[in-house]
């Protein structure tokens, strides 16, 4: 069975800064595509950032240049640095590991971005 947890939501203040960070438990091998995604209040969910096996990285044009995915296999940990954080960034945040013909979500966790 495996099991992705998201750690590091909080509440910050517009421009400040956050990490998120996903980790992989139970038997999974190869992640193809690490994959951040919100879903922010009363809206559907949408993709944030994307981070494919060879480094190839793809951001969603309202964080691109702000946030930042990276991933380390030898852990099968994906993280995402969150800066110049804005209202419209909150949202519950969520990771997804696709290995093979698999892809395995995390539970999300909530980001809230206000004064």
């Known amino acids: 069975q495996v099991q992705l947890v998201e750690s590091g939501g909080d509440l910050v203040q517009p421009g400040g800064s956050l990490r998120l960070s996903c980790a992989a438990y139970?038997?999974?091998?190869?992640?193809?595509?690490w994959t951040w995604y919100r879903q922010p209040p009363r809206k559907q969910r949408e993709l944030v950032a994307t981070?494919?096996?060879?480094?190839?990285?793809n951001y969603a044009s309202s964080v691109e240049g702000r946030f930042t995915i990276s991933r380390e296999d030898a852990q099968n940990t994906v993280s995402l640095q969150m800066n110049s954080l804005k209202p419209a960034d909150t949202a519950v945040y969520y990771c997804?590991?696709?290995?093979?013909?698999?892809?395995?979500w995390g539970q999300g966790t909530q980001v809230t971005v206000s004064s």
């Open positions: 997804a590991a696709m290995s093979g013909a698999y892809t395995y």
């Open positions: 139970g038997t999974i091998f190869n992640i193809q595509t």
């Open positions: 981070n494919t096996r060879g480094g190839t990285t």
